[in-house]
């Protein structure tokens, strides 16, 4: 008699208790950090956009006020006030958006600024993942 060479039911119930034990061990501790990683990209771009905003500051004299916007880091303002002396290649490439697809807010009046990420909600205030993110927080 030929003997088949197969996994028995036990030997596969087996397998499939092990592989669910590790998934439920390991899952909710990798998924668990995904908003800690966007809480972190967050704040790695607003440091980047704060950077380009002091080199802005040091060439116009003012940071770009809340009508010229994060647009004034990659393309030269045509609104007041415009600035004499602009990096031809632009202080960023591009404004990127927050880690939830929303833009970042920026507010200024040419002495001060306020950078902020609305967090995963896009809506002021919030608690937890959707807390607000500031960059005079951080």
């Known amino acids: 008699m030929k003997r088949s ?3 028995t039911l036990l030997e596969m119930m087996v397998v499939i208790f092990i592989l669910t034990l590790v998934a439920t061990i390991v899952a909710p501790k990798i998924l668990g950090r995904t908003e ?5 990209k967050a704040m790695a771009d607003m440091k980047g956009i704060e950077q380009a905003l002091n080199l802005y500051l040091m060439d116009a004299g003012n940071y770009p006020t809340t009508e010229q916007g994060l647009d004034a880091l990659v ?3 045509d609104r007041p006030p415009v600035p ?3 990096n031809a290649d632009g202080y960023l490439q591009r404004v990127p958006p927050d880690p939830w697809g929303h833009p970042y807010v920026y507010v200024a009046n040419g002495d001060r600024y306020t950078l902020k990420s609305l967090g995963a909600d896009g809506v002021e205030g919030g608690e937890g993942k959707f807390a607000d993110l500031d960059s005079k927080d951080f």
């Open 84 to 86: 004499h002396v602009w």
């Open 5 to 7: 060479r197969g996994f």
């Open 75 to 77: 393309h030269k303002p």
């Open 36 to 40: 800690e990683a966007r809480r972190a």
